[in-house]
């Protein structure tokens, strides 16, 4: 059983910052890509940004410059570093892993809401 708990989203003011974590637990034995995905109300599910095991790293465009992905192994975790908000950045937040337990499986988090406004 595998288990991954976001935290640290809330309200902020545009041009404020967040960051986001996302803790993978349970019988891992590694973990390959890891990543955020957001869902604003109305829209499609899109990736974020995504970072390998090895520490690439890949961002949507629209963020690109603002956000930062990172990883800590020893702790299965990523985090997400969100700075200069901007209201179209309001959205739910999920993390995302490819996990191998007995078989490897991508897993997701139950997600974490971002409100961006004045």
């Known amino acids: 059983q595998v288990q991954l708990v976001e935290s640290g989203g809330g309200l902020v003011q545009p041009g404020g910052s967040l960051r986001l974590s996302c803790a993978a637990s349970g019988s891992i034995v590694s973990i390959n890509a890891m990543a955020w995905y957001r869902q604003a109300p109305g829209k499609q599910r899109e990736l974020v940004a995504r970072i390998s095991s090895g520490g690439s790293t890949n961002y949507v465009d629209s963020v690109k410059g603002r956000f930062t992905i990172s990883r800590d192994n020893a702790k299965n975790t990523v985090y997400l570093q969100m700075n200069s908000l901007k209201p179209e950045d309001t959205a739910f937040y999920y993390c995302?892993?490819?996990?191998?337990?007995?078989?490897?499986?991508?897993?997701w988090g139950q997600g974490t809401e971002v409100t961006v406004s004045s």
């Open positions: 995302n892993a490819d996990i191998l337990t007995y078989y490897m499986g991508r897993y």
